[in-house]
Structure formats: structure tokens, C-alpha cells
């Protein structure tokens, strides 16, 4: 297999549809806060992103899966190429481009900023976990430090002198957060001795950088058991000078790499703090046990994150096993398959080809859709901040009810998406000759880390849907509604919002059933379908802004000649809309009757008959 050459591809015509013809992102430049922008400038810097991509870090793509990262002599290495890629990304400033000018960004729309991650992670999810979770870091500590910790620590993380990572998992504690162990022990000058162990700490030590800040949960002597006992740590690998200056290791080690499925470049390392009792951290801000809440801030950028991972792979699956389809020849036209003499045609003439291909299409679009709605939301939020209370917590509503969807549907199609990806291409998609079956592997562990899909079910079942005396969630429906009023007539498009209306009405009949639930103490049943639900939910967002585009895409196909450009790609946008409506819609009631029969046999099979 070649080395060092670009696989990665995205469309973006498709994205600055979704900016500005579908969301409307023009209507926010411009004016505060986003003063400083236009739609000119952002299709500029975005093209200017994705050519970066292609060409700084598409090329360590596969180079870092064959290499992976390296453990010798307690100094980890990170993959040919690494160093090369962070030093011109942290330099070139895209991956800081929405935190404010004061942080080191460009204050660009968050909109912006994810589209600009998406092809960053779509290049090299690996490698992009790196900035990615240092920005992370960085954010919580400006947002929760004192002036102090963002001087001394979050500056040199935006700026990419130093790195970050979030350590929160341990051994014996897994997803169950409130059994961490990692003590905390306050020394007199104000300062916490640090003793502990934490796993699966991405990012966790590597060449980069020459010191990496590490947030770390732990507990302080005599703090409440569970996750209200906890506090954040900030805990630097190497101590600091006065003068901000590197000194040597504060005690804190990497017991081993982590030998994965996938994202091979990313160092996913066993960290172990204080072995020798000289490991100091400080509390990040001045309150013990508000770990949690500091870290969430944290946890959601990285679900969006997740969810943007997903995207950007399945994105350039997709787009390369279309662009195999156009050029493999196999096989006649299904018309000629009677006559031996037929020529052989490129597979994607061939309806099961065409099939998998809309499909991946449809999901990659609305999943792009899902996420460009919240960041709008985001946007939207933002500008109104201080100017109209209502409008700005409607927004913010939003954002929060979508952060577990976008984080636990777009990771579990990713891996789909990638799997119908290997399917286009045949045995040549299995592979390393082409680069589906990298984005396979490595999609895998986004519906695992920051949360996993089961977890962000139960945040979305048993948090969010009542979340705000449930106005969020009605809101929602009522954007729907409107939606569906105004279109149920549409003169192409009638048959497929008469198919969101049904799975509309599901939904609502659903998340009834698990108030039920909760109401009668049938707890155990929130647990058996929270998945489902989740994925019926998404489903429906998802056929909702697919119809919306194509509504917006059918006006400007009728307007335009047939030879315009154009044309095809706005019929694109309504036959992949129709297809979601046709083909996923409606199995949306039926995972509704699903739920609603409560199901107990996985609870009620004895445990020797598993």
C-alpha cells in the first residue's frame, strides 16, 4: 500500500448549502458578534481548510495506522508526520477558529468551526484527537480558572505550545464515574498531591508537545461519595518554573499504549499519577467538588466533537466509494443481462449499487443537517446572548437536547455508513489498497468514548426530555409541526412529509410511554428501549431537515435550466430527502410499537440460559 498519500475527500458545495441556503448562517455576519465575518470570507477560509487538510494531513492517515504510536523507555512517539501536521495546524490557526480573539481565536461562527473540524478529523481522526482535546481542556480551564490558570496554562493550549487531555476512567470504574479512587490531598501552600491511576486516556502522552496539561477527576479526603465528591484537577506532566518554564517530570507516568481496533495514531495510554508521592496538581478554579460540572462543559464539546468525528469518516466513505462506482467497470447494464456480448458498465448503474449509495448519501447529508442545526442554534444563541432572554434560552434548549442525537447517531451510522462503504467497492474495499476499510476500523470507538451510545440514551430519556419543565422538547415538536403544516401539500415532497408527520406522531406517543414508565417505578423498561427511542428520535430530526433542504432545493431546481450546473445537484438534494422519507421514515412507528409492547424478555431469560 502507498504511504503518504491523500484519501480524504468532501463536498463542499454541499456544506455551503447547508450554511447558507439551508440555515440561513448569512443573516448572522456581520452584525455582533460575528461582525468581523462574511459569506465570502467563510467559503474562503473553508476552502482554504479543506485544501490544508488534503494536503498537510490527509497524507498521515495511513501512515499512522501502520505505525501507530510508540511506548519506549517511558517516552511515547507519535507516527511519522505528526509533529509536522500540528506544528502547521496550530500555526495556520484553523483549529481555534471560533474561541474569542481574547483566547487566540478568530471568533468565527461555531458553525464555521465545524465544518472546518469535520475535515480536519475526516483527514486523520487520529491525529485530530490531538488539538482537539487540547482546545477542550483549554476551554474549560478559561472558561471555570482563575486569571492565573488562563494565563499560565489555557493561552499556551490554544496556542498549541502545550497539549491537553481529560482524564476521567479508571480500572475498576469504567462509565461509573462516582467510583473513582484518584486522591486529592491539599498541601499547605494550596496545591493537591495527586494519587492515582486512569485508563483510556486519549491523546494521553506523546512527542507534540513539549508538556501536556492533564484535567483529572479526583477525590478530596473527606469529600461525599459518588460524583458529587469529585473535583478537577489541573495536573501538568512536566512541573512548571516560575517563569512558566518546562522543568522536569511532576510525576506522572505512562504504564502502557492501548492496542486498538483503530485510531492507531492517537496515543491511548494508561496514565499513572504520583507513584513516587511527588505528582502536584492545582484545583481548577477555587471550589472542591464541582469536577463534574467543570468536566461536562468539557463532555458536551466532545460529544459534538464525537459526532463531527463520525461525520467527517463516513463523509469521505461515502465519497470515495462513489467515486469508485463511477469508474469500476463490472458486469452489463441490468437490461443487457441476457445478452453475453453487453459491455460492462461502471457499478454504479446497477440499482443495489445506486440503493447503497443514496443511502449513504441521505445519512450523511442529514447527519451533517443534525449538526449544522445545533451549531446554528449555537450561533443563534450567541447573538441574542443579553439582547432577548426567551429567543437565546429557546436556542440554547435546542442545543442541549440535540448534543446526546448528534453524539450517539452520528457515531453509530458512522460505522454503517463506512460498512455499506466496504459493500460498494466489493472485496476491493476489504482492502488496504483503498481506505474504507481504515475508516471502518477507526469509526468503531466513537460510539464508545466520551459516553457511550447507551449512555447518551439515558441522558436523552432521563434527562433531557423533561429538561426545562420539558419545553425543550416541545419546542422541538412544535419546529416540526410548523414544518409539516406548511408542506403537507407540497406539490413533490407531500409523500414524504405525510411520512414524517406518522413517525412525528410516534415519537410523541413514545416519550408519553416512558413518562409512564417513570411514573409507575417500571424502571427497568427506561433502560431496555432508550436506545431505540433515541434512534427514533434522530431518525425523525433527521427526515425533518432532509425534507427541509429539499424544499428549499426543489425552488431552486424549478428556477434554473436543466444545463445549469446546479440542477442536479439541487434534484440531488430532493431524491436522497425522498428516499429517507420512503425507506427510513417509516420504520420510525414501527420502533415506536416496539417500545410501546415493553418487551421484559431480556431481563426475564436466566442468566445460565444466556
Not at 28 to 47: H, K, R, S, Y
Not at 288 to 301: A, D, I, P, S, V
Not at 357 to 364: G, P, Q, T, W, Y
Not at 542 to 562: H, M, Q, T, Y
Request: overall charge negative; hydrophobic content about 40%.
Amino acid at each position: 500500500m502507498s504511504q503518504g498519500i491523500n484519501r480524504y475527500k468532501a463536498d463542499l458545495r454541499e456544506i455551503r448549502f447547508r450554511l447558507f441556503e439551508h440555515f440561513g448562517l448569512g443573516d448572522l455576519l456581520g452584525a455582533p458578534p460575528f461582525e468581523d465575518w462574511d459569506q465570502e470570507t467563510v467559503n474562503m477560509i473553508l476552502a482554504e481548510v479543506y485544501q490544508f487538510a488534503c494536503d498537510e494531513i490527509g497524507p498521515t492517515n495511513s501512515v499512522g495506522d501502520q505505525e501507530g504510536c510508540k511506548l519506549v523507555d517511558g517516552v511515547v512517539t507519535t507516527p511519522t508526520g505528526f509533529k509536522k501536521a500540528w506544528k502547521k495546524l496550530n500555526d495556520a490557526g484553523y483549529r481555534n477558529m471560533s474561541a474569542p480573539e481574547k483566547l487566540g481565536g478568530s471568533g468565527a461562527p461555531f458553525s464555521v468551526g465545524v465544518c472546518a473540524e469535520e475535515f480536519i478529523a475526516g483527514a486523520n481522526a487520529a491525529f485530530a484527537m490531538y488539538p482537539g482535546l487540547t482546545i477542550g481542556a483549554a476551554e474549560v480551564i478559561a472558561h471555570f480558572g482563575e486569571e492565573r490558570e488562563l494565563d499560565l496554562y489555557a493561552r499556551r493550549m490554544f496556542a498549541g505550545e502545550w497539549a491537553g487531555t481529560m482524564c476521567l476512567t479508571e480500572p475498576q470504574a469504567g462509565s461509573d464515574v462516582g467510583a473513582a479512587t484518584t486522591k486529592a490531598a491539599k498541601q499547605a501552600d494550596g496545591t493537591y498531591k495527586i494519587e492515582g491511576t486512569k485508563i483510556f486516556i486519549s491523546a494521553g502522552d506523546h512527542d507534540l508537545t513539549d508538556n501536556i496539561i492533564h484535567l483529572v477527576l479526583a477525590r478530596t479526603e473527606a469529600a461525599p461519595v459518588g460524583t458529587k465528591g469529585l473535583s478537577l484537577f489541573i495536573v501538568p506532566r512536566n512541573k512548571i518554573g516560575p517563569n512558566g518554564e518546562v522543568l522536569g517530570n511532576n510525576d506522572v507516568t505512562v504504564g502502557s499504549l492501548e492496542h486498538k481496533m483503530g485510531i492507531n495514531g492517537s496515543s491511548t495510554a494508561v496514565l499513572n499519577f504520583g507513584d513516587n508521592g511527588d505528582c502536584v496538581g492545582e484545583l481548577v478554579g477555587t471550589e472542591e467538588c464541582r469536577g463534574m460540572r467543570q468536566m461536562f462543559h468539557m463532555m458536551n464539546f466532545a460529544r459534538i466533537g464525537v459526532g463531527l468525528q463520525g461525520l467527517s469518516v463516513a463523509s469521505s466513505a461515502y465519497l470515495n466509494a462513489l467515486a469508485y462506482a463511477k469508474e469500476r467497470k463490472q458486469g452489463p447494464n441490468i437490461r443487457e443481462w441476457k445478452n453475453p456480448e453487453a459491455p460492462k458498465v461502471p457499478i454504479i448503474q446497477h440499482p443495489d449499487v445506486r440503493r447503497m449509495l443514496v443511502d449513504m448519501k441521505a445519512r450523511v447529508e442529514g447527519i451533517r443537517a443534525l449538526i449544522l442545526k445545533l451549531a446554528n442554534h449555537t450561533d443563534r444563541q450567541r447573538a441574542l446572548d443579553g439582547k432577548d432572554a426567551d429567543k437565546a434560552a429557546y436556542h440554547q434548549g435546542q442545543v442541549d437536547l440535540l448534543v446526546p442525537i448528534v453524539k450517539a447517531y452520528a457515531s453509530d451510522q458512522a460505522f454503517r455508513i463506512c460498512e455499506t462503504a466496504i459493500q460498494t467497492y466489493g472485496g476491493a474495499g476489504y482492502l488496504r489498497d483503498h481506505p474504507v476499510e481504515q475508516y471502518c476500523r477507526d469509526s468503531k470507538i466513537f460510539s464508545i468514548y466520551e459516553g457511550t451510545n447507551h449512555i447518551q440514551a439515558m441522558d436523552l430519556v432521563g434527562r433531557k426530555l423533561a429538561q426545562r419543565g420539558g419545553a425543550n422538547v416541545q419546542a422541538f415538536a412544535a419546529d416540526v409541526g410548523k414544518f409539516i403544516a406548511a408542506n403537507k401539500n407540497h406539490p413533490r415532497l407531500a409523500t414524504g412529509v405525510g411520512e414524517l408527520a406518522n413517525a412525528m406522531d410516534s415519537l410523541t406517543q413514545t416519550a408519553m410511554k416512558f413518562m409512564g414508565w417513570f411514573q409507575s417505578g417500571e424502571l427497568e423498561l427506561v433502560p431496555l428501549s432508550a436506545n431505540c427511542f433515541l434512534e427514533l428520535m434522530a431518525e425523525t430530526a433527521i427526515g425533518w431537515l432532509l425534507l427541509d433542504g429539499a424544499v428549499i432545493a426543489a425552488a431552486k431546481s424549478a428556477a434554473i435550466e436543466d444545463d445549469n450546473e446546479d440542477k442536479a445537484f439541487y434534484e440531488g438534494k430532493v431524491k436522497s430527502a425522498q428516499f429517507f422519507a420512503r425507506n427510513v421514515l417509516p420504520l420510525v412507528p414501527a420502533r415506536a410499537k416496539v417500545i410501546a409492547n415493553g418487551d421484559r424478555s431480556a431481563l426475564e431469560i436466566p442468566d445460565t440460559g444466556l
